[in-house]
DNA sequence: AAGTTACTCAACCAGACGGTTGACAACTCG
DNA sequence: CGAGTTGTCAACCGTCTGGTTGAGTAACTT
């Protein structure tokens, strides 16, 4: 289920330190102690966090030791999220405004029919 | 801080529901009880989930019994702060091809002579 | 082979989360 | 006014989460 996916992602970037791992992978690979120590947390405390990005496919990597990689295309898969019901919302405010536009050319004094008004 | 928002947002987008409402508030504004019929959970359920929602500027309402309205500016956020690591990262990959892509110019059996370059 | 380094697993804890039910507040309408 | 409708608040419950510490495993170094 992609559905699945999507909120292991969102629940993966909920976490401000886990955003910051993140920031950092976009500009550099790193093992994971490299990864743990700016923090003040233990390191098994990133070892988790970098589980839960993993599990969300935000972040991979191929052996133990081995540096943390970030998963860039993942990405998509929110943006193309987020766009839809963006573009969706925004075109209906777009065709409120234009409706109110229309209204506004009528005369304020004789309004186009509201419910109490006969027909 | 607008650190924590983003947190409050996402959050806000990891729950299946809670997406489902945004998608259907993309479409048109509903009162929470209309909201609250498709779904096998309680109104009170529904209402907390709302809450969350509004709490992350996801949604806003005038009033108690108003229709539920979408703020997609809110969604800007988020796709800033994605954008940015996505393109860092995506450059960064792009100077990694190219740097294996040079590697691969040279030959594997001599050594490390990079002085024809032209371009 | 032994020792050190780097990391993960397991158990535990406090707090947040998603759900419930029951009581109550607030608005609408006969 | 009183009655019904609509939504929220409060308390409670089981589960998930982010953190801890302690023990164990895997891989380099010597």
Known sequence: MSEDRLSRVFAALADPTRRDLVARLSAADATVGELAAPYDVSLQAVSKHL???????????????APVRLEAEVFDLMTKWIERYQQQAEERYQRLDALLAEMQEDRPARETAREEDAS
């Not at 589980?51 to 030791?65: H, I, T």
């Open 51 to 65: 589980k839960v990005l993993e599990d969300a496919g935000l972040v991979s990597r191929e052996s133990r030791r």
